[in-house]
C-alpha cells in the first residue's frame, strides 16, 4: 500500500516539475523597467503613439506587456541569454538616443 501512495507522490512530483521546468522555458520573466523598455522599443519601432500600457503576467512574474493599441509581446526567452551582440543591447542603445535630448 505505500508503495502506491509513494509511487502517486512520484509522479505528481515529477508532473509539477516537468510542469515548472516548461513554463520557465516558455516565459522568461520580466522585470518592470525591462517591459517598459520593450513598450518603448515598440513604440518606436512601429510609430504607436500610445500611452498607457500594461504588464501581462503569468502568476506573479512580468513575462510581456499590452499596449494600448492592442500589440502584445510575451517574452519567449530570457533576454540575458542570448549573445553579447544580442537584440536588447541595440535596444536598450535606441532607447537611450531617444530619450537622451
Ligand atoms: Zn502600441
Do not use: D
Amino acid at each position: 500500500m505505500i508503495e502506491i501512495i509513494m509511487a502517486t507522490l512520484w509522479a505528481c512530483f515529477a508532473a509539477y516539475a516537468i510542469w515548472y521546468f516548461t513554463m520557465a522555458k516558455h516565459y522568461a520573466p520580466l522585470t518592470l523597467t525591462e517591459a517598459k523598455i520593450l513598450w518603448k522599443i515598440h513604440k518606436q519601432n512601429t510609430g504607436c503613439s500610445s500611452k498607457m500600457w500594461r504588464e501581462i503576467r503569468r502568476g506573479e512574474k512580468i513575462v510581456g506587456f499590452e499596449c494600448e493599441c492592442g500589440y502584445k509581446h510575451i517574452q519567449k526567452r530570457p533576454i540575458t541569454a542570448s549573445a553579447p551582440t544580442s537584440k536588447i543591447q541595440t535596444q536598450t542603445y535606441m532607447y537611450k538616443k531617444i530619450h537622451r535630448h
